[in-house]
């Protein structure tokens, strides 16, 4: 999942809101150097990884991907559920997606002295240009795939991704409606734990 799915997934708890957003940006041997609730949202981050990349709904999305994205086909399905949740807001989540994405960025906002470096210059941005809220928008999709590009060591696997959006969105969207509710029961689960 990105990152609009596991902010959602975070049990409305703020450290663990911070934990999950750092999942993918910190070390195992930087975790332990985090406040004990933070490190829960660093797990809870890699458990909802586990957990959907081992789902099966998650490995046909994924397959269905593989022919034009290859190795990348995961990356593209976690943004593309992303763009599907957020337009799909009322369904899953709490409120009005604007109101959730601003709330969100005040708490990461509040624990930037926690983040490594190069993420607390990037938060800014992601704040300024609200890219949660854009994930619900295919110029959206085609600015996090533009950005996607520039770190990856096979770009054009990154190519046409709004065309595999636009051949793919009905089943994209049966398959979520299937895998998210899986996802959001296991999340709670840890969250109560």
Known sequence: MNFLAHLLLSCEQEELLVGNFLGDFIKNREVRQLPVAIQQGVRLHRLIDSFTDAHPVVRQGTARLR????KYAGVVL?????YILANNWSSYGP???????QQTYRVLAAYTHLMPSFLQQRLPHM???DWLLRYGT????????SRLQLRVSQPQFLENT?????EH?????EDFSRFFPDLTAEAAQFCTC
Request: aromatic fraction near 10%; charge should be negative.
């Open 162 to 166: 709004l065309l595999s959006l636009t």
């Open 95 to 101: 409120g009005t997606l604007p109101d959730f994405t």
């Open 67 to 70: 022919p034009r994205h290859g």
């Open 127 to 129: 704040i300024a240009d």
């Open 78 to 82: 976690d943004i593309l559920y992303d």
């Open 169 to 173: 969105e009905t089943a994209l969207a």
């Open 138 to 145: 295919r110029e959206g999709v085609a600015f996090t795939f």
